[in-house]
């Protein structure tokens, strides 16, 4: 398509930089830290199925019905 108004080629394209490498022990200590202190965070708190109030309905007993009613 580039035929109409000359068609030359397309330029190309500049690589992005690599970043930083930052390998330090202390930065590496410090996300290790991050990690560790979310992990104890959660703790068992995805364990727990109730509220702090107990269960939010009271249940409902099992009755027996016949089939077709």
């Known amino acids: 398509m580039g035929g109409l108004l000359g068609g030359g080629s397309a330029p190309a394209p500049v690589a992005a930089p690599p970043p930083p490498a930052i390998d330090t022990a202390a ?5 290790r830290d991050e990690r560790l202190r979310l992990a104890k965070s959660q703790g068992r708190s995805s364990t727990i199925l109730t509220g702090g109030q107990g269960a939010a309905d009271e249940g409902k007993a099992a009755t027996k019905t016949l089939l077709g009613q």
């Not at 930065?27 to 996300?31: I, L, T």
């Open 27 to 31: 930065v590496q200590n410090k996300a």
